[in-house]
């Protein structure tokens, strides 16, 4: 991805957010581990998990590795406490973790197992009334929230699709729910990313917000094109930049597909964890 940034090419990008779309549930780093090992790779889970789920990895397949977290109860000089005290809390369940490290863990996609079918979570391939009750989950989920939802033309934006300001969202009337979706989840991620008062360039804004709502329509199921052609070059080979930025990107889409999941009765629209 990095090659591909310095040599000003989207392609690779717009791969590895397809794959973010999948797996929105995974940190940025594991999105990309999982693009460089598999990437088209549509449902992931571990060894045991497949099982729970009556499915068997098959013999001689290769995991997917990525990054797990290492966790620890704190005992009491730890945390600070007395040993009474930390008795009383343990006992009520009240455990403080703290993160000591990583370690590799191994995930196997669906086409490496075989067994009972699973469930269609949501592939819906550009349906239209999928993005409209798409919309309709978004919708709820910024009134919600406290962002008022307008749908008419922007003030002082004449031909834009979209338009935010702070609480307050405008969305132009009469695009198909697939583009409609697209703008809201754009315009959307204007409000969770780009009102705390940091002065960011316009082109970082936009292509924030569209890569936000392309991961959004790739986890309902609809193509989105090249909406993103232009992320990788505004970086001009900053890798350190572009590491923040898809992490920033990575929360606020998850935000919304979780928005999204909850309405539908919290079916996961992309992948089995």
């Known amino acids: 991805l990095a090659a591909a940034l310095a040599a000003g090419r989207s392609a690779e990008l717009e791969k590895y957010l397809d794959v973010m779309g999948r797996f929105h549930r995974y940190s940025a780093h594991n999105c990309l581990l999982i693009a460089i090992q598999r990437p088209d790779a549509t449902r992931v889970a571990g060894y045991g998990r497949w ?16 990054m797990a977290p290492c966790l620890r109860i704190l005992e ?8 009474q005290k930390s008795a009383q809390k343990l006992s009520a369940v009240s ?3 703290r993160l000591t490290g990583y370690r590799v863990a191994h995930v196997f996609d669906i086409e490496q197992t075989s067994g009972d079918p699973l469930p269609d979570l949501g592939r819906v391939e550009g ?22 939802v307008t749908f008419g033309a922007v003030p002082g934006l004449p031909g834009a699709l979209g338009g935010s300001a702070g609480g307050r969202v405008w969305i ?7 583009e409609t979706l697209r703008v809201l989840a754009h315009e959307l991620a204007h409000e969770a990313l780009h009102h705390d008062g940091q ?11 569209d890569a936000v709502a392309h991961v959004v329509c790739r986890a309902v199921g609809l193509e989105v094109g090249t909406a993103c ?45």
């Open 199 to 209: 002065a960011r360039p316009k082109v970082v804004r936009e292509t924030e917000a």
């Open 127 to 148: 349906d239209a009334a999928a993005a409209g009750a798409a919309v309709g989950q978004l919708l709820d989920h910024a009134a919600a929230g406290g962002i008022s």
């Open 95 to 97: 455990k403080t973790r």
């Open 229 to 273: 052609s232009d992320y990788i070059g505004m970086y001009q080979g900053d890798v350190a930049t572009l590491s923040a930025s898809l992490e920033r990107v990575r929360r606020v889409a998850h935000g919304l597909i979780e928005a999204i999941e909850a309405a539908a009765g919290g079916v996961e629209l992309a992948a089995a964890a």
């Open 76 to 83: 009491a000089e730890d945390a600070g406490d007395s040993p």
């Open 51 to 66: 099982q729970e789920l009556g499915r068997q990895v098959r013999k001689g397949e290769r995991g997917i590795m990525i």
């Open 172 to 178: 132009v009337p009469g695009q198909s729910p697939a």
